[in-house]
């Protein structure tokens, strides 16, 4: 009996425990869920701003957004190329003094060559919706480590090349450098960080050589050293346009080839789309998408004909009376700029690009530059002799831009895009 009374009071003691058992796993599981109740906002996270928190957690957005181009900054998504041109006093971003050791060709370098205005100076763009980050050169740097970025195409690459490479060094001064100036490839290298920003001249992007003496531009092939070349980098910056309207003295081939077909000339805007279509070719073949990063540049305009831009001027931006951008010293007023010749070769680069979906972002810098009336070297272009510069509607320079100037902006708006 007493036995039977013990197994029965063992047997209570043990549904005892396993009640309070029971009910300490009910009261640890209110717990828990009242903490993540507390930890927990009432409303989640919007989608973009849960991505930024993910984004702080590593000091590199570069493999992240491999392909990312809208640069959201005030509010919703903003094009930064539509915009307008606002004075600001702490512009420009650098002096030229500040690019030493070669950085400045003479023909970009307006201010050591005596152009004795500097308004020009004092312009930034502001697209319509957003802000663009101002440069910071640390930033670049860190975000590029041991990365190459190749600006490849005509002399505005190079005149865009020769901005950043002032950007940088004005914007981080200590860094250790190293320039390597050679054809078609020269290179800048920032030692401390593994970094070098490239330019590689290509004018027409496609193959040109000499077949049966003949100076021949190859529309269907790029050449191998430039395939080589270009496949070294993890950031491209194409660009190309000038050239292909180039006539008489000035025209760089004798001949084109298509196929093993030779032509005299054929229609220019043709003979781009197909150069084109073979770099785009290339691009879609060879590019280690989404690890490398692809942009075009379209085309620069020119200012050779003031009748663009003097019907709709104030009168304080014609000034000399003259027939190129000799004496201009302000921005076309407005934020559009009559047509011009660069239109046609503009759409034929907006269609290629276009095609190729998005494997390539493209700057479209063209309205933008063309309202920048006041921007190029014109007679202050390297060392011109006296003669020559009492003739500016024979040697004024109105293709290639001032550095301090424009190509800054076009770097401003490459930054942005690259990494935000």
């Not at 606002?86 to 002096?95: A, F, G, K, Q, S």
């Not at 030692?191 to 049966?212: C, G, M, Q, T």
């Not at 805007?269 to 060879?286: E, I």
Request: aromatic share 12%; proline share 5%.
């Amino acid at each position: 009996m007493h036995r039977t009374k013990y197994n029965n009071n063992i047997s209570s003691l043990h549904s005892l425990q396993a009640s309070l058992m029971s009910a300490l796993q009910c009261l640890t599981f209110l717990f828990l869920f009242l903490l993540l109740q507390v930890a927990t906002p009432a409303s989640p996270l919007p989608l973009d701003r849960r991505r930024r928190v993910l984004d702080n957690s590593n000091h590199s957005n570069f493999a992240k957004h491999p392909r990312r181009v809208v640069f959201p900054v005030n509010r919703g998504s903003c094009d930064l190329f539509a915009g307008e041109w606002v004075r600001d006093e702490t512009y420009p971003l650098y002096r030229a003094e500040e690019c030493g050791g070669g950085m400045i060709d003479p023909g970009f370098d307006c201010q050591t060559y005596g152009r004795f205005d500097s308004d020009y100076l004092k312009f930034r763009w502001k697209p319509f919706n957003c802000d663009v980050p101002r440069f910071n050169g640390v930033k670049f740097l860190q975000e590029m480590r041991n990365k190459t970025i190749m600006f490849v195409g005509d002399s505005l690459g190079r005149n865009q090349w020769e901005s950043l490479m002032c950007m940088i060094t004005s914007s981080a001064p200590f860094i250790h450098t190293h320039i390597i100036h050679e054809d078609p490839l020269s290179t800048f290298k920032i030692l401390d960080y593994d970094v070098k920003v490239s330019f590689y001249r290509a004018p027409y992007l496609v193959n040109i050589e000499k077949i049966h003496g003949k100076t021949t531009l190859k529309l269907d092939e790029i050449s191998v050293d430039a395939s080589d070349a270009w496949r070294t980098a993890d950031v491209l910056l194409f660009n190309t346009g000038h050239w292909w309207s180039h006539t008489g003295s000035l025209r760089g081939w004798e001949q084109m080839e298509i196929g093993g077909r030779y032509y005299g000339d054929m229609d220019r805007l043709v003979a781009m789309r197909k150069g084109l279509t073979t770099w785009s070719d290339w691009v879609l073949r060879y590019t280690n998408s989404p690890l490398t990063r692809v942009f075009f540049l379209s085309v620069s305009p020119t200012h050779y004909n003031p009748n663009e831009w003097t019907s709709g001027a104030t009168a304080s931006t014609i000034t000399q009376g003259g027939k190129t951008c000799y004496g201009q010293t302000k921005p076309f007023s407005g934020t559009s700029y009559p047509t011009s010749s660069y239109v046609d070769q503009k759409k034929v680069i907006d269609q290629v690009v276009k095609e190729m979906k998005s494997h390539v972002s493209l700057m479209d810098i063209s309205m933008l530059s063309a309202l920048r009336i006041d921007g190029h070297p014109s007679i202050y272009s390297g060392d011109l002799n006296p003669s020559l510069k009492k003739n500016p509607d024979r040697s004024s320079d109105c293709s290639h831009w001032c550095l301090p100037g424009l190509p800054d902006t076009w770097n401003q708006l490459f930054y942005a895009a690259l990494l935000f």
